[in-house]
């Protein structure tokens, strides 16, 4: 685990964006001040019968509020832009010399789309933190991605657009040392998950994937896994391989899902927040602030060690 308290160098980074954060937040607040007062004043004018001179008085005050924030809004983003390649930079650094995060930088959409993992395609699709590094001999990276598809629904008033996640969370991509001559992949067996299986396996072949039966009875019940080529997934699927996928489920807040295609093994994990974001309204200064970001770092870097990457049962061809 990373030792924050004890990591000078990032202690000495925190203070100084903290002067900035102070700076921002203040002028933040006196934005959504002129904004809040704005509309108090419009909303007063308009309940006692003076609708124009408070719609004059609130509208400047409104675009007033808005001025302040754009005009901050440049600075804003250096001290997130800072906070994400010094502070977690530097974290990551403490953990390992090879670990590199770049906050412009993700996951290609083609790329997310490749590992089969997902069944919808896309309609909107933003990535951001890639962190890329090595474990002993293991190439890996991950990074945020928020995909989701769109119906349009019919309703009295026109058509409705309407958006649902396909994925939230963090993709994690590591090299597995083995070009891989077919496509396996495990997902959680939810009721969705266990209806397709049941299609897949009796009416049609989803995908030109067979579903695969395994011999760990409590990995059959928890997840299901799909290959084109059963003997290429029994070799990855070894019994130790997953009990280490059954760990790694374990120590998740929730079910994985993984896919093992063109050398590369990819893992996705669902996520409810966005991490590696600068606070603008909390201290940096206080001790439990990158604990959460910390943890998720930690979690990532040791899934090579997890699921024994570094053993090198195969080679490349």
Same mark, same amino acid.
């Given at each position: 685990?990373?030792?924050?308290?004890?990591?000078?160098?990032?202690?000495?980074?925190?203070?100084?964006?903290?002067?900035?954060?102070?700076?921002?937040?203040?002028?933040?607040?006196?934005?959504?001040?002129?904004?809040?007062?704005?509309?108090?004043?419009?909303?007063?004018?308009?309940?006692?019968?003076?609708?124009?001179?408070?719609?004059?008085?609130?509208?400047?005050?409104?675009?007033?509020?808005?001025?302040?924030?754009?005009?901050?809004?440049?600075?804003?983003?250096?001290?997130?832009?800072?906070?994400?390649?010094?502070?977690?930079?530097?974290?990551?650094?403490?953990?390992?010399?090879? %670990?590199?995060?770049?906050? #412009? !930088?993700? $996951?290609?959409?083609? &790329?997310?789309?490749?590992?089969?993992?997902? +069944?919808? *395609?896309?309609?909107?699709?933003?990535?951001?933190?890639?962190?890329?590094?090595?474990?002993?001999?293991?190439?890996?990276?991950?990074?945020?991605?928020?995909?989701?598809?769109?119906?349009?629904?019919?309703?009295?008033?026109?058509?409705?657009?309407?958006?649902?996640?396909?994925?939230?969370?963090?993709?994690?991509?590591?090299?597995?040392?083995?070009?891989?001559?077919?496509?396996?992949?495990?997902?959680?067996?939810?009721?969705?998950?266990?209806?397709?299986?049941?299609?897949?396996?009796? %009416?049609?072949?989803?995908? #030109? !994937?067979? $579903?695969?039966?395994? &011999?760990?009875?409590?990995?059959?019940?928890? +997840?299901? *896994?799909?290959?084109?080529?059963?003997?290429?997934?029994?070799?990855?699927?070894?019994?130790?391989?997953?009990?280490?996928?059954?760990?790694?489920?374990?120590?998740?807040?929730?079910?994985?899902?993984?896919?093992?295609?063109?050398?590369?093994?990819?893992?996705?994990?669902?996520?409810?927040?966005?991490?590696?974001?600068?606070?603008?309204?909390?201290?940096?200064?206080?001790?439990?602030?990158?604990?959460?970001?910390?943890?998720?770092?930690?979690?990532?870097?040791?899934?090579?060690?997890? %699921?024994?990457?570094?053993?090198?049962?195969?080679?490349?061809?």
């Amino acid at each position: 685990m990373i030792n924050v308290a004890g990591n000078v160098a990032l202690q000495n980074v925190l203070a100084t964006l903290e002067v900035e954060r102070k700076k921002i937040s203040s002028t933040q607040k006196k934005g959504y001040l002129f904004i809040a007062i704005g509309i108090i004043v419009a909303l007063s004018g308009f309940a006692l019968g003076l609708p124009v001179p408070a719609a004059i008085a609130g509208l400047a005050s409104l675009i007033y509020g808005g001025i302040i924030l754009y005009k901050i809004s440049d600075a804003l983003k250096a001290y997130k832009d800072a906070f994400k390649v010094n502070v977690i930079g530097s974290a990551l650094k403490s953990l390992d010399s090879s %670990l590199l995060i770049e906050p #412009d !930088k993700g $996951i290609p959409e083609y &790329e997310f789309e490749q590992t089969q993992i997902f +069944s919808q *395609t896309p309609d909107r699709y933003k990535t951001e933190d890639l962190v890329s590094g090595n474990a002993g001999k293991t190439t890996f990276y991950f990074a945020e991605v928020h995909a989701a598809y769109k119906t349009e629904v019919q309703t009295k008033n026109g058509t409705r657009t309407e958006w649902h996640d396909i994925f939230r969370g963090i993709l994690f991509c590591a090299d597995f040392n083995k070009n891989f001559v077919g496509v396996t992949i495990v997902k959680p067996k939810d009721l969705l998950g266990t209806m397709g299986a049941w299609f897949s396996k009796n %009416l049609f072949s989803f995908n #030109d !994937k067979d $579903i695969i039966s395994l &011999e760990n009875t409590e990995f059959s019940k928890t +997840s299901i *896994t799909q290959a084109t080529d059963q003997v290429e997934a029994r070799y990855i699927l070894t019994p130790a391989m997953m009990e280490r996928i059954l760990n790694l489920n374990r120590n998740s807040k929730s079910s994985v899902s993984l896919s093992f295609i063109n050398s590369k093994m990819y893992i996705a994990f669902p996520l409810s927040r966005n991490y590696f974001e600068a606070p603008v309204f909390k201290t940096l200064l206080n001790p439990e602030l990158l604990n959460e970001d910390i943890t998720v770092i930690n979690f990532m870097y040791e899934i090579v060690n997890e %699921l024994d990457l570094n053993t090198r049962i195969w080679g490349k061809n």
